[in-house]
């Protein structure tokens, strides 16, 4: 029986795919079934999941033409046949060879719909770097938290962490709950990760740092902030007030959308009429703010 399904897009990351195999496959917890998903990738990274295949039939490998982290997450969610769900980043470590048994113990114990934990922050040549708070700060460890409180708690302290990659989520919840990934976009996480905590009322903090992620200049967390980054942010807000017009959901979308636009100055300056036109349009003014707005259209 597969306790744990790792679930890995793969998008042209050949010098740091090996190192996150490694730390997969040589876990202390046996039951796992890890979902390699070549995104179209350019690089060699087909090759190396090819390699590490032969070495362990726990792998199972699709190749896709590049549509996104979205898209290739819901196909390797399509074949999970694991108790618990893992997304795990490939560029990304984890940290210890007893990470998977740990949250895969700690979430049967408590029966969770997910847990969630912390990470550390490291550069290409494995240089820690300085994270912001962690979402665990001022949550409790074996206390059940329904996930609207615990959003509420987190948008309130400042500690909301979207990523999927901090999460173990129960299979079994997902599918009742038919959560999937929105294609075509970035910050996809914002979206998915909220409406899971939303549809959630057993999940549990484990005060661990856990992962160890990468950052790098290629990833979305280094990349140069765009136009694309707001128009998909706008999409998620747009998304999320469809699946609900709970006050939550404008608790967060004026957490979230105010920072976006605050970033948003630096876009060109031709793009952000445009943009700034769709949120006003949208109804989202009210959300971004008056400062957030003037810093906008800044130079």
């Known amino acids: 029986m597969v306790k744990v399904s790792v679930i890995l897009p793969i998008y042209n990351v050949a010098p740091y795919l090996e190192e996150a195999f490694e730390s997969i496959l040589n876990q202390s917890l046996r039951e796992i079934e890890v979902i390699a998903v070549n ?19 726990r792998i199972i490998f699709f190749s896709q033409e590049n549509q996104g982290q979205s898209v290739a997450r819901n196909l390797a969610l399509q074949h999970a046949t694991g108790e618990y769900i893992y997304m795990m980043d490939s560029d990304d470590v984890l940290s210890n060879p007893d990470v998977l048994l740990t949250c895969y113990n700690y979430a049967e114990k408590n029966h969770a719909d997910f847990i969630f934990f912390d990470r ?3 550069t290409d040549n494995h240089v820690s770097v300085a994270a912001p708070l962690h979402s665990t700060q001022f949550a409790e460890e074996n206390k059940k938290y329904d996930g609207e409180s615990l959003l509420n708690m987190m948008l309130d302290t400042a500690t909301y962490n979207c990523v999927v990659w901090l999460l173990l989520i ?19 996480d914002e979206l998915f990760t909220t409406e ?8 549990y903090c484990l005060k661990q740092s856990l992962v160890k992620h990468r950052v790098w200049s290629f990833s979305t967390i280094g990349k140069k902030y765009a136009r694309r980054n707001i128009d998909c942010y706008l999409t998620v807000a747009d998304q999320l007030l469809i699946f609900s017009q709970a006050p939550i959901i404008h608790k967060f979308l004026r957490y979230t959308l105010s920072k976006v636009f605050y970033t948003g100055h630096l876009i060109p300056y031709c793009e952000k009429p445009a943009v700034f036109w769709r949120a006003v349009k949208s109804g989202y003014l009210k959300y971004i703010g008056l400062k957030s707005s003037l810093k906008f259209f800044t130079w």
Do not use: A, W
């Open 120 to 122: 550390d922050l490291f």
């Open 170 to 188: 129960s299979r079994q919840h997902l599918n009742s709950i038919g959560l999937k990934f929105y294609p075509g976009i970035i910050h996809e």
């Open 196 to 203: 899971l905590m939303l549809r959630s009322n057993s999940v």
């Open 39 to 57: 995104d179209g990738s350019t690089d060699n990274s087909e090759e190396i999941i090819k390699k590490y295949k032969k070495k362990d039939s």
